[in-house]
């Protein structure tokens, strides 16, 4: 089949799926009746706290939310770096809950963390808790049949996806490729806020989703991440957030989309709620155990949070997505421009995709022109240890304009980082034993590890062609997934703003700044660990070694990456480099930097393989797609 003729086929079928993708009411009304003879109406208890277990986290929530006045707000903080802790937080939560549990994600897989957090879910509202669920769509719940089951799940439990693709809960290839070609606008705008409330006294934001990988369950490949559990007030401007984005037209319930609908129609006797079936049941007794240990909770949570004043919960609106110019819409993303443009000696940066938006990048040209400009250090994702290596391409393009003009440090994340998240991770590992797959085949689990993870954009999201690059190292791979900023160790943020042009124009965000030092030099040491010799190749400019084709080959590349297309200069103005045994780390502006560090090449550790040529023909043609990666 020709080009020409694929294209017509996509857009007959656009044009098809979009003449029928409302539903009628009557038959809306049909499957809600249908939903509410089946759904289980009696409550488990029927206590007025609705069973809920003893929280010592919510215990502290609301300590804070009770000494807290308009004037003098009071909160409790908690960094979560480690992934056991920031899941077993979240199921204590859940399990402490007495009114009710909001949660809106960007990713809700179906392996052991999304089946685990979905079970304890529906338990809550099975005892009485008000339950809502809000995804989107692209990347959550793709099981038609599972959407059923939890439509009827309990009465208590509702779920809603956003901005569905044609109306359906699931998204075929033709599907996918259809909404590019008809409506590409709306199907590349996205909810990427990530936010667990309970009982609007305490909440959790950050950036990871639900999801193995996010949790260091994943054997192969894992994030490196990060959230912060915030009690007291700015729970409160939680869920005002999350009421917004759930009555928001685009947040579609179950029986209104039409493969759920349907499903429900055609199978009207109640589908029950069977009991989870983990690929390693016991790592999820681990962290069930945990959940119910007030100890363990005070020792890996508690311990090291603090109590502090002001922390303001920012979230993009909804309305992003329909006016991306208005202002308003954008109120989560002005404060981290704001919160940059302010620096004065000090700013620390992690994101995992180094595209900077047009603002961002006149914030940083003029702090860089100051006297003194202030320290930039930026924590970000190398070819080795990324599975969006088409954003990775337009980073790469770009090294000589980060370091000359804007001054940054850059720190690139090794694949199999030493000190971030390993040592939970290992500890993890121990519970999986040798030959434990969902399949037994493989093969076939191969296939699925790396489907559904978290698109940045919409070039290589879908199925195979988001795994990372094959590397020449062997063993298990980390990427950094956290996205954080600390400014002069005055006031610091934690959310799932990626600092990029798809955060700042597409996507809605969220997040928290918090106005503590305390709150901001633990942050920035996390950053700064992940930028440690062991952890990380630092990026500067190669070493002249014959002036005169040293200067002719910097004046080839500087032309070379000026152009919008054919940047194919393969000699880069900087690369990557490595400490050497013996020395101590310095930044690359130290006069002794050279003989201290050797380079390792502009990919260090990426095997030759259709990845590798991918990122240089992006880099060469692909820098004018970098808003929408």
Request: hydrophobic share 40%; glycine share 6%; net charge neutral.
């Amino acid at each position: 089949m020709s080009l020409r003729h694929l294209a017509l086929l996509v857009l007959f079928a656009a044009t098809a799926l979009l003449d029928g993708c409302t539903l009628p009411r009557a038959q809306i009304r049909r499957a809600d009746a249908v939903v509410a003879a089946t759904a289980p109406a009696a409550s488990a208890c029927d206590r007025a706290d609705h069973c809920a277990q003893p929280s010592p986290l919510l215990d502290a929530a609301r300590q804070a939310l009770a000494a807290s006045t308009p004037a003098n707000p009071r909160h409790r903080v908690a960094l979560l770096d480690d992934s056991e802790p920031a899941l077993v937080a979240r199921l204590d939560l859940i399990r402490g809950a007495r009114r009710s549990i909001d949660v809106q994600t960007y990713i809700w897989d179906q392996d052991d963390v999304g089946q685990l957090v979905l079970d304890e879910l529906v338990r809550a509202a099975r005892r009485g808790v008000q339950v809502r669920i809000l995804a989107d769509q692209l990347s959550s719940f793709g099981d038609v049949a599972l959407l059923d089951r939890l439509a009827r799940a309990s009465r208590n439990l509702k779920v809603r996806l956003y901005n569905p693709t044609f109306h359906e809960a699931s998204t075929s290839p033709l599907e996918w490729a259809a909404g590019i070609a008809c409506c590409f606008f709306k199907f590349n705008q996205r909810m990427h806020n990530k936010v667990m409330l309970v009982d609007d006294t305490i909440g959790i934001t950050g950036g990871r989703n639900y999801q193995d990988r996010y949790f260091d369950w994943d054997d192969d490949f894992d994030y490196v991440d990060r959230d912060v559990l915030v009690g007291g007030p700015a729970a409160q401007a939680m869920a005002r957030s999350f009421a917004l984005f759930w009555r928001h037209k685009r947040s579609v319930p179950l029986t209104h989309l039409r493969d759920v609908n349907r499903h429900i129609l055609d199978h009207p006797a109640a589908p029950g709620w069977p009991a989870p079936a983990y690929e390693h049941p016991q790592r999820v007794y681990r962290v069930e155990q945990e959940a119910g240990d007030a100890a363990w909770l005070r020792a890996h949570v508690l311990a090291d949070s603090l109590e502090t004043g002001a922390v303001d919960f920012f979230s993009d609106l909804p309305a992003k997505t329909d006016q991306p110019l208005r202002r308003q819409a954008r109120q989560f993303t002005a404060h981290v421009m704001q919160m940059v443009g302010a620096a004065r000696h000090e700013v620390v940066l992690q994101t995992p995709y180094l595209v900077l938006s047009r603002r961002a990048r006149r914030i940083f040209e003029r702090l860089h022109q100051e006297t003194p400009p202030p320290r930039i250090v930026v924590s970000t994702n190398s070819l080795a240890s990324t599975d969006a290596f088409a954003v990775y391409a337009v980073s790469y393009k770009h090294r000589k304009r980060y370091l000359k003009d804007y001054g940054f440090e850059i720190y690139e994340l090794k694949p199999h980082a030493a000190d971030p998240a390993a040592a939970n991770a290992r500890a993890s590992l121990e519970w999986i034993g040798e030959g434990e797959h969902a399949s037994g085949d493989p093969a076939h689990d191969a296939s699925q590890r790396y489907v559904g993870t978290e698109s940045h954009g919409l070039l290589g999201s879908h199925g195979s062609s988001q795994r990372p690059a094959p590397l020449v190292s062997e063993g298990r791979r980390f990427a950094l997934h956290a996205k954080s900023i600390v400014v002069d160790d005055r006031f610091a943020m934690v959310g799932s703003h990626n600092f990029d042009p798809r955060s700042d124009h597409y996507n809605t965000e969220a997040g928290v700044i918090v106005y503590d030092r305390r709150f901001a030099e633990q942050l920035r040491r996390s950053i700064l660990r992940d930028t440690q010799p062991q952890n990380a190749w630092v990026i500067a400019p190669r070493r002249p070694v014959v002036p005169v084709l040293t200067k002719l080959n910097q004046a080839i590349g500087d032309l070379s990456e000026s152009l919008p297309l054919f940047d194919f200069w393969p000699y880069r103005y900087a690369t990557s480099y490595q400490l050497k045994a013996g020395c101590a780390p310095m930044q690359p502006g130290d006069p002794a930097f050279y003989s201290c560090y050797e380079p390792v090449g502009d990919f260090p550790d990426v095997a030759l393989s259709p990845k590798l040529i991918y990122t240089r023909l992006i880099t060469a043609f692909g820098s004018s797609a970098s808003g929408i990666l």
